[in-house]
């Protein structure tokens, strides 16, 4: 009989799939575009029976409509007091990017949270296209985890997109209390409605209690995403990919490691990852873990191409500066391999003998044509063709900081012993600070964001003066047709020059979603 239910259970979920694909066929036919400016999606756009008509949900049917979407004019960004020494709360920061606007490239609002001393990092939406077939779904509020004090703060920001408020703040001794998790890092919604986020550790800090956290659509805690017992090694980020049914989490390190600092005795001890894990979606299962080894140390984003039919995707390691692919095999399971390598380069007058990338950041455009990173350290933003996942091709790179640019003590020695250093331009006549760090980009493609803050003790460890100055925000003009990357001078955002004093900006989103935020299923 379980050989039969297991077949009955089969032809069902392929039912379900072709239902699935078939529907996402229709609502093609019929997607409302999302106004980057703050109009709202799907059946609540515009008024009287121009929005009934429409009958889907936020986001695009597929990550190619969402290419074709307006162009974004208002970016959110959250900015860090905490750690700098500066006794204010960290806040949202809303950019104009409308080239067309007298305020183009400024901070138009800034709307603190209402505590100190925690760390806004990463965030994500209540939904996202994942819930493009639910009408009844609004992408309303944007969910902000405080990395530090665990806090979860959710903004609403179709009330006045250009001016966010606080919805509600979720208390850490609630999460405490039901899951025994912390520090809060990624949010992903899900179609169900439901939220779940990333949680590297327990309340002391330790990386044995991490886990994923669920949230339901009021933002309540309702416990625990995975299994009892299939909690993963290490936790950071994670992406799922339904029509696979897995999700994979990635490693960072234990938060009484990375929050003191950098410390690489800490990643001899086994303080850091270098394991991916495989879950089985939504049941939480912890089904495979993949160890990348030394070629994979500290793996952090990940990203599955976006097309959701397909098993591969990429993830960055940090202190190995490797780019990862992982691909499902014949037999169903995982596995992985290196297709791009940034080499260290061998430097003077610097901690180590010899300086890593340091990959904290890449994304995938929505046609799943190109893939983007940075290297922290080194100062460089790249572009590679992945049109080939197996062999990715050098087509853009741009100097836009870094610790061994012109000026900077720190040199590069070659191989026959001469030194050198890298050309980092200025721009409107200032000189870039830090390295390029967090990115986004633009639904079409041809716009990449970049701050260049990763978190405040690391950034106080490698780039002191970003906590004197403050950290800034670039825009990368990005050739869509044969590769390139180029700095646009027109754009500058100065997070030093901020009322209260100098800032750290991080991570970046559109009020209409972007590539880094949106799964589709």
Known sequence: MSHVSEREREARERGRERRQREREREMATDVSAVQHGGVVEGKRQGNGDAASCCKTGPGYATPLQAMSGP??????????YSGTGIQKPDYLATVDVDPNSPTYSKVIHRLPVPNLGDELHHSGWNSCSSCHGDPSAQRRFLVLPALVSSRIYVIDTKTDPKA?????????EDIVQKTGLAYPHTSHCLASGDLLVSCLGDKDGNAAGNGFLLLDSEFNVKGRWEKPGHSPLFGYDFWYQPRHKTMISTSWGAPAAFTKGFNLQHVFDGLYGRHLHVYSWPEGELKQTLDLGNTGLLPLEIRFLHDPSKDTGFVGCALSSNVVRFFKTEDGSWSHEVVISVEPLKVQNWI????????????????????YFVNWLH??????NIEDPKNPKLTGQVWVGGLIQKGSPVVVEGEDGTTKQFDVPEIQGRKLRGGPQMIQLSLDGKRLYVTNSLFSTWDRQFYPDLLEKGSHMLQLDVDTEKGGLALNTKFFVDFGA??????????MRYPGGDCTSDIWI
């Open 164 to 172: 966010p408020s606080l919805h509600k703040v979720v208390d850490p």
């Open 352 to 371: 180590l003998p010899e300086m890593p990338g340091l990959i904290t950041d890449f994304l995938i455009s929505l046609d799943d044509r190109f893939l």
């Open 71 to 80: 162009r974004e004019q208002i970016l959110y960004v959250t900015a860090v």
């Open 379 to 384: 100062g460089d933003v790249r572009q590679y």
């Open 498 to 507: 901020e009322p209260d004093g100098p800032s750290l900006a991080h991570e």
